[in-house]
C-alpha cells in the first residue's frame, strides 16, 4: 500500500481480471445501441460497483453540428419460416437486428428478405454488426451460411421496435482529487453484445473508478460512459468550459483480447499522456505498438477535433479493424479473457500512476557524486530484488535531478521503469540526497 | 480542366511523351558548345514552339569572378589515312571533336595523332564526350576499338573551326504569372549531341512552357536555356536584383532515361520546392531517390552559391555520373523513352501543381466532426473512384485544418496524394466546412 | 611540421607506440592505491618525462560530500603453508593484496583463511583485482584453481601494511596555451598492476605532453594525474573556480587494448569535443562506438555531475567492463600492444587538432563558383594524392563558408575528414578566396 492512501500500484489486486471479466460478461447480452433502454440497463449495472450519474439528453438537442436523434427501442424481433419455426431469433443475440431497424410486420418471399439482410460471405459462420443511425431502414444480421440454407418459401418478418422522441443516455463518475485538473478516461456504451468492443472497457473502467475510491489522487479523475460519437460530441457540448480542466485523458476500448497492446497518440503527440503512456507499454514488453494520431476510430475523434485539441489518446489491445473478429459475434466472452485484462489493466493503472507523480527534483549536493557509502545508500538496498539496478538508478536521479528534469524525463534517459526511478527518488529524498522542485503550473 | 483556365492537371496529355520525344530528336544532331551557332540553332528550334528570347553577351564581358570566352564554332573535322579515307568524320558525330579544340590542319604519324586522341579504353565501342573551354588545345574523341584498329600511317588531320572574339548566347521564356514572384526552370543547352544530357531536359521545357501558354499561374514562370556553369553565372550577374523574385526553382537534365527518378535538394534542404518535389516524387513510385545538396552536379552550384542561396533542386531520373551511358555516344536517342519523358513531365507538372495550389485553411466548423452524412459526404462522392480513400482525406483535411497546417502539411501528414487532398478541401470549402485563410506572405 | 610551430599531426611520430609502452611496463610492477607511496613513485616516473607537479592533501581534509582517507602503505604481504613455502607472496603481484588491507599477522586454517580470500570461480587462473576503501577489512586475492589446491593445515598470514594519518597524492602537468581556457586530460593513477587499467592512460598522456612541450596552442593543456573518484573530486573541490576554464576535456583509460575504439559523451551530448571526438573516430574506421553519458564509469562522473557539467567525455578502447580481463591479473603487459597505443594517440591528437584548428571562414566570391582554373586550383593540386577528394573538398568549403558553419560543421556536412577540409581551407585562404571570420567567445 502507498503511502498516505494515495493511488499507487496497490490498486492492480491478483483478482482484478476476473473482477473485470465478471461485469463483462454481465452487461455482455444487452442490446445496446446509441440511445434506449440497453445503455440505461447498462449503466444500472455499472452502477452497481460506482457512483454513477446518468444524464439524460432529450432527443432534437443541438449538440454542435448534430442533433440528438430519436431513441430506439426493441422488445422483440425474428423471422419465421412457413412452418412457424424462428429462423432468426432477436433473443438469441442482439447482433441480428441491424441497429436502429424501424419497426416491421410482412410476410416476404426470400428474394424480397435477402433485400433486407446482411452477411459476410467471407467469414460464413459469423454475425456481422450493422446500424442504420441516421437513414431510416432495417434489417437482419446473420451467418451467411444460414442464408444459403433458407428454403424458396413465404417468410413472417418482425421487428418490435420503436424510434420515437425520447432521450439519449451517459454515465459519469467523478473521482475527487486535491485539484480541478481533470484526467478523462472514457469508453462507449453504444455497441451491444461485443464483449472485447466494448464490454471490456466498460468494465475496466468501472473497476478503476472502483478501486480509486477512496485513495487521494492530484488530479480529478472523470470516467465517462457514453455512446460513440453522438454521446462524446453531447458531452462535449455540455460541457465545452470544463473540458479546458483535461490534462490528461485516455479513450478505452477492446482492452480484452491477446493482441497489442496498441496506443495511437493524442492529436499533440507529446503530450504527458503520450509520454507516460509509451513509456509504460515499453517496458511492459517488446508487443507494444504505438501509432501516430489519425482521425479515425474511436472517440478521441471529437476530443481530439482541432477546436478541441485535448490531450487525450487510445488505448487498446489489437488495433480496431485489424483483427477478424472486429464488429462480429465472434467478439464474444470466449475472446476475452482475465489475464489480458489484468495486463489492459496494469497499463493503464501504470500510466496514471507516471502521470500522478512525475516530479523535478534537485540534487542537494550537485558537485561531484555524494559519497552513498557513509549513508548506507552502497550496495544492497533493504528489501530490493535488483541491487545492481537499485544502484545504477541512484547514480541516473542524482546526476541528472538538475532542477530541469523530471523523474520521468530521467526513467526514459535511463530506460528504467518509471516505478523504480520514482522509489528511488523516495529513498534520496528520505536521506536528504533530493529536494522537489515547485513544479511548474500546467 | 481545372477550373478558371488555371495550370493543373491538365497539362499532363497522353502525347506529352511523343512530343517531347520529337523535339528531343530534332535537337540531338546538332554541335552545341557554351558558345556559338549550334546553341543559336538550338534556340531556333526551340524558339519554334514558344516565344523565346536569345540574349547574347560579349566575349571579354565579366561576370562575377569569370569573364565571358571567345565563341567558338566548327564547319568540318576529320582525320584521312593514306588512301584518303575519312577514317573519322565530325559530320558523323558532333562527339567525335573535343569542344573547344583550336583550328588544325596537319599530317601526322600514328604516334603523333595519338597525343590528340581521348578514347574509353573500358567501353572500346563508345566515343566519350571532351571538353577544353579554358585551355587551348584540339584533340579527336573515338571508340577506342577504331584507335587500336588504325596502322601505322601518316594521316591528315583537319578541324576547321574558330576561336574569336563574338557572344555568349542564351535564351529566355517568361511566363506571366498574377504575382512578380518567380519560379525558375532552368537546362543547360551547350553539350552536343547527347540526348538524355541534355535534348531531354531542352525539349521537356520547351513543351512545359508551351502547355503552359495560355493557362493563369499565381507564380510567374521563367525557363532559362543556357550553357552550363559560364550561361547560369553570366544569367545570375545581369539579374541579381531579379534573382531575389525567386522562390522557386528547378534545374532540369536527364530526364528521359528510365532510372531514377532522383531529386537533389536545394541548399537549403527544407524550402516548398524541396518538400513539394519529394512529396510527388514519394507518391509516384518506390523507386524514387531524394539526396542532398552537394556543391557539385549542374547549375544549381551557381543558383545555390552562398552568395545567392536560392530555393533551386536538381530533378533527374538516373543521377549524373551514376550510369555507363554518361557522356559518351551511347547517351544517344535509342537511350530516351517517350514515356520516361512523359513520366518526368508529369512529376515536374505535378510538382508545380502542388507550388501553385498549396493553401491553408480553417475547418468553419471546429467543435467535433461535423455531421458529413447530412450533407451528403458520408460514403460515396459523385464520380469518385475510391470513396474510402475520399472519405478519410475529409477527416485528415477537417481535423489538421486548424489555420496553421497547409495541404501540403496534411497530405504529409496523411501519407495521401496533394492531389487528393486538395479535391478534398475543394469539395470541403464548397460545402461551407471550410475557409481559406490568407496565406503568409512569403 | 605545421606552420609556426603550432600543434598538429607531426606529434604522431612512428615511434610513439613502443614509448608509450616502455612506460607502461616500467610502472606497471608498482602498486598503487588511491593513496601512498605507489602512486608517489608512479608520478616520479611520469615526471621524468614532463615536468609534473606532484600535490599532497593532507588525511582529514573535507573535498565536497567526501573526507580524504588515511593514507595506506604496504611493504609485504604473503602466505606461507606448513612447511615455510610462500603460496601466495605479494612481491609476485601487487593484485595479491586486496587494496586498503589492514595490517595482519596471523595463523589460520584453511576455513578460516577462506574467509579472506578472493577468488573468479569462472576464470580460475585469474588472480581478481579488489578494494576495500571504506570498509575496514584485509584479504588476498589468488587464482581459484590454487586456492583448490590448498591443503587443510595452518597457514602463516601476513600483511605488513600501515594505514594512518598521511596525505592523498596527485600529480599535474600544465601546458600553457594562448588563452587560459583550458583542456583537461585526466587518468586515474590509483589502479595496482593492471596494463590496460590504466598504466596505458598515464603512460598515453605522459607522452602527450612531451610532444605538446614547445608547441603554440590556443588552449591550456591541464594534465592530470590523480586517483579515481576521491582524485577527481579532491581536484575539483581545490579548483572549483578554475574548472570553469575547462572548455574541453577527455577522461582517458584502457587504450592499450584492441577492442573499440569508444567514445562516451560529455554529458552536455554536443559539446565540441563530443563532436570533434565523433567526427575523428568515424574516419578512425567502422568499429568505432560512441555511446551516451551514463553517470557510471571513470572520472567523468565527477567532471560531469550536474553541479559542475563540465564538457568531459571519455576515450577507450573496450568499454569498462566488456571484457574478460577486465580488473583482473589478466590485464597484463601481454594485453596491450605498441600498434593499439599509437592509435589511441593518434585518435587524441587529431581531436585536439579539430578543437585547436576549428574556425568559421567565409567565402570572400560568394556570388557563383570561383574561376578555380585560373589559379591553378583546377585538377590536381600539387603534392596532394587525392586530387578528386581535394577537387570536391574546395567546393564544399567554398560552398559552406557563408560565416556561419565552422570546418567541422563542413567536414561533416561533407563526409570528408577534418585534415582535408583544414588543408584545403588553408590553401582556398592564401589564394584570397576564403577570409578567417572572427570566431565567437565560447
Known amino acids: ?109 426470400l428474394a424480397e428478405l435477402k433485400q433486407h439482410v446482411h452477411t459476410l460471405p467471407e467469414q460464413p459462420d459469423l454475425i456481422p454488426y450493422r446500424t442504420s443511425y441516421y437513414a431510416e431502414n432495417w434489417a437482419f444480421c446473420m451467418a451467411h451460411r444460414q442464408l444459403e440454407g433458407l428454403r424458396e418459401e413465404t417468410y413472417e418478418v418482425v421487428i418490435d421496435s420503436s424510434l420515437q422522441d425520447g432521450s439519449l443516455t451517459y454515465g459519469e463518475c467523478v473521482h475527487q482529487g486535491e485539484t480541478e485538473d481533470e484526467f478523462l478516461l472514457s469508453a462507449h456504451v453504444c455497441h451491444p453484445s461485443l464483449a472485447n468492443d466494448n464490454c471490456s472497457g466498460l468494465a475496466l473502467l468501472t473497476h478503476l473508478a472502483k478501486k480509486m475510491s477512496g485513495l487521494r489522487t492530484h488530479y480529478t479523475y472523470r470516467f465517462l460512459f457514453a455512446p460513440g460519437t453522438i454521446g462524446a460530441i453531447t458531452w462535449l457540448a455540455r460541457n465545452e468550459e470544463r473540458s479546458r480542466r483535461i490534462k490528461h485523458g485516455l479513450v478505452i476500448s ?35 505498438t504505438v501509432v501516430d494520431f489519425s482521425p479515425y476510430g474511436y472517440d478521441e475523434r471529437q476530443y481530439c477535433s482541432p477546436g478541441f485539441n485535448l490531450p487525450v489518446g487510445l488505448f487498446q489491445r489489437s488495433r480496431y479493424g485489424s483483427i477478424p473478429q472486429y464488429h462480429t459475434s465472434a467478439d464474444n466472452l470466449d475472446f476475452i479473457r482475465p489475464e489480458h485484462l489484468a495486463q489492459s489493466f496494469a497499463a493503464i493503472a501504470n500510466t496514471i500512476d507516471v502521470i500522478e507523480n512525475d516530479a523535478v527534483y534537485s540534487n542537494t549536493n550537485p558537485k561531484c557524486e555524494p559519497q552513498l557509502g557513509k549513508r548506507g545508500l552502497y550496495g544492497a538496498i533493504g528489501g530490493s530484488s535488483d541491487a545492481a539496478t537499485d544502484q545504477m538508478a541512484m547514480l541516473w536521479v542524482l546526476n541528472f535531478s538538475d532542477g530541469t528534469r523530471s523523474l520521468l524525463d530521467i526513467a526514459e534517459r535511463s530506460n528504467l521503469p518509471f516505478a523504480v526511478v520514482r522509489r528511488i527518488a523516495r529513498i534520496l529524498e528520505e536521506h536528504g540526497l533530493l529536494a522537489r522542485c515547485q513544479t511548474s503550473a500546467e
Open 1 to 109: 500500500m502507498d503511502r498516505d492512501g494515495r493511488f499507487g500500484e496497490q490498486v492492480v489486486t491478483p483478482d482484478i481480471g476476473e473482477d473485470i471479466f465478471a461485469l463483462a460478461a454481465k452487461i455482455f447480452p444487452i442490446c445496446r445501441s446509441i440511445t434506449g433502454n440497453g445503455v440505461r440497463q447498462t449503466l444500472r449495472e455499472i452502477g452497481a460497483h460506482i457512483a454513477l450519474e446518468a444524464h439524460e439528453v432529450p432527443t432534437g438537442t443541438q449538440v454542435f453540428d448534430w442533433t440528438v436523434p430519436r431513441e430506439w427501442n426493441i422488445r422483440d424481433a425474428y423471422i419465421k419460416d412457413s412452418s412457424g419455426r424462428k429462423v432468426v431469433d432477436f433473443a438469441q443475440s442482439s447482433l441480428h437486428v441491424m441497429s436502429y431497424s424501424v419497426p416491421v410486420r410482412q410476410r416476404l418471399s
Open 254 to 288: 477492446m482492452v480484452g483480447d491477446g493482441g497489442g497492446p496498441t496506443y495511437k497518440k493524442s492529436r499533440r503527440g507529446d503530450a504527458a499522456i503520450d509520454r507516460a503512456m509509451i513509456h509504460v507499454l515499453r517496458h511492459a514488453g517488446p508487443a507494444a
